[in-house]
């Protein structure tokens, strides 16, 4: 199998590519990714340097709105298929600055959709965002669930990314699946991201910013979320298919931040703060249908995915 990772320079993206790696069918693997500075591109540097040691892997440095750029790739030879990763992430930025995220999010996805079709790609594996289904009840969220509503531009780019997937699944024939991903947390997660940033707070002695002590989330260890991309690689189905990624449990912010703490021998001081525009109170996946279609079953509890990223923090930071 040969695979075309745009964002495999990321979280996601390089845990994917290293898994691919792992597998005695995978030819050929290349990442395309601009190393965008939303988090330090060392990071994300340093995950390609560890790839690059297997001579199957190769990167592209490009931007995924560059149609010039994207066309020269998808035509560099024969892909089996396309992972389309790349793109802006975060709720809480998105707010400040909105058409950023309809230019990479939404322009970029449909020139990497277009460039696909054009190179005559026949799969296609879209990460949309568990964003997309804005405020709910706390309940398991189906795929059918989505009310159109979001509640910040990430989360109306996600969902018009989805929309232009599958219209060019329609259009083109070729089979495309939409994950929508539920909190991707582990070993190399984005510094950003609150696990990681707490984990930071904690070492540091400093207080940990709350902002809706009562909010849970559905949190995915990275090695289940990169499961439910492999599956949807590897599926039968030639038509446009979405799944939830997620565990399908969710669990409590306060939950969390005692996990973690708890780990980490530390006793955490919290700093209370009120619910921030953008954010959702609860997010809770119904795998049911990946589960059924694609055999997705996660396999990493959140108390041994807090441990295995902690002994990785402590490992990094040199705790």
């Known amino acids: 199998m040969k695979v075309l990772v745009t964002g495999g320079a990321g979280f996601i993206g390089a845990a994917l590519c290293a898994r691919l790696l792992t597998r005695d069918e995978t030819e050929a693997i290349c990442a395309v990714d601009n190393l965008d500075d939303y988090y330090d591109p060392v990071i994300k540097r340093k995950r390609l340097a560890g790839l690059m040691t297997d001579p199957r892997f190769s990167w592209v440095h490009a931007?995924?709105?560059?149609?010039?750029?994207?066309?020269?790739?998808?035509?560099?030879?024969?892909?089996?298929?396309?992972?389309?990763?790349?793109?802006?992430?975060?709720?809480?930025?998105?707010?400040?600055?909105?058409?950023?995220?309809?230019?990479?999010?939404?322009?970029?996805t449909v020139t990497v959709l277009q460039e696909a079709a054009r190179a005559n790609i026949r799969r296609l594996v879209f990460a949309s965002s568990s964003s997309v289904y804005g405020e709910q009840p706390l309940r398991p969220l189906k795929e059918e669930d989505v009310r159109?509503?979001?509640?910040?531009?990430?989360?109306?780019?996600?969902?018009?990314?989805?929309?232009?997937?599958?219209?060019?699944?329609?259009?083109?024939?070729?089979?495309?699946?939409?994950?929508?991903?539920f909190t991707v947390y582990g070993p190399s997660q984005r510094p950003d991201m609150a696990i990681h940033r707490f984990a930071s707070l904690?070492?540091?002695?400093?207080?940990?910013?709350?902002?809706q002590p009562d909010s849970c989330r559905d949190y995915t260890y990275i090695d289940d979320a990169v499961d439910g991309v492999i599956r949807s690689l590897t599926s039968p189905s030639e038509t446009y298919r979405v799944y939830n990624i997620g565990s399908g449990r969710p669990i409590r912010l306060m939950e969390m931040?005692?996990?973690?703490?708890?780990?980490?021998?530390v006793e955490p001081r919290i700093h209370m703060l009120g619910a921030q525009t953008g954010d959702v109170?609860?997010?809770?996946?119904?795998?049911?249908?990946?589960?059924?279609?694609?055999?997705?079953?996660?396999?990493?509890?959140?108390?041994?995915?807090?441990?295995?990223?902690?002994?990785?923090f402590r490992k990094e930071e040199r705790m």
């Open 202 to 211: 904690l070492a540091a002695g400093e207080p940990l910013p709350v902002y």
């Open 63 to 108: 931007d995924i709105r560059d149609r010039e750029a994207m066309q020269e790739v998808m035509e560099r030879q024969v892909w089996d298929a396309v992972v389309h990763l790349a793109a802006i992430p975060g709720v809480r930025p998105s707010l400040e600055n909105p058409a950023l995220y309809a230019d990479v999010d939404v322009t970029g």
């Open 257 to 265: 931040v005692e996990t973690l703490a708890r780990t980490m021998g």
């Open 148 to 181: 159109e509503t979001p509640e910040s531009p990430y989360a109306a780019a996600k969902w018009a990314g989805e929309a232009f997937a599958r219209t060019f699944q329609r259009l083109y024939g070729m089979a495309v699946t939409s994950l929508r991903f």
């Open 281 to 312: 109170s609860h997010t809770w996946a119904d795998i049911s249908r990946a589960k059924r279609e694609l055999g997705y079953e996660p396999s990493v509890s959140f108390e041994e995915g807090i441990r295995r990223f902690v002994d990785w």
